[in-house]
């Protein structure tokens, strides 16, 4: 058993602003360099110094291990239930914000998925031959599991044949 991947939080907040955030980062740092990316689009007069960021442990995020039943799917299947529950590099702390994917119901990776248990067919999609396929509870720890820690970096894959 490995260790337990943590996300770790730090609450932040900028000098004259009466708002409050958790941002999820690697460090302090990266936390208030993340923070003055985004203000400082809309804002000029916010200077790097302005930014506070404190640990927040209460908001960590400890992430689950990768299921048993996820180690056999392919990266091609597995990169489907991870767009279904809504993960991205880009916005990590976004994954489980949905749980569906919309295609072909002969699809051959929802079927991998479908098999391992990871999700499900529900109802008919708007043409003949398609579907809506729902990820599972297991599904969502899974996706969960394969998640950045991050923003910008990669996904965690287990280690498959295929």
Wanted: charged residues 20%; contains cysteine; neutral net charge.
């Amino acid at each position: 058993m490995s260790a337990p991947r943590i996300r770790k939080a730090w609450r932040v907040t900028v000098c004259g602003y009466d708002f409050e955030s958790t941002v999820y980062a690697h460090s302090a740092g990266k936390a208030r360099y993340q923070v003055f990316l985004d203000v400082t689009d809309t804002n000029n007069a916010i200077s790097f110094p302005d930014i506070r960021v404190l640990r927040h442990r209460g908001m960590d995020r400890i992430m689950p291990e990768i299921p048993t039943e996820a180690e056999g799917v392919s990266k091609i299947a597995l990169a489907k239930l991870l767009h279904a529950c809504g993960a991205t590099r880009e916005q990590p702390e976004k994954c489980g914000s949905r749980d569906y994917f919309y295609c072909s119901a002969n699809d051959t990776g929802m079927a991998e998925l479908v098999n391992a248990g990871l999700m499900q067919a529900k109802g008919k999609g708007w043409a003949s031959g398609e579907c809506y396929f729902h990820a599972t509870q297991l599904g969502q720890i899974a996706a969960h599991a394969l998640c950045p820690l991050y923003r910008g970096d990669d996904f965690v894959w287990p280690e498959v044949t295929a």
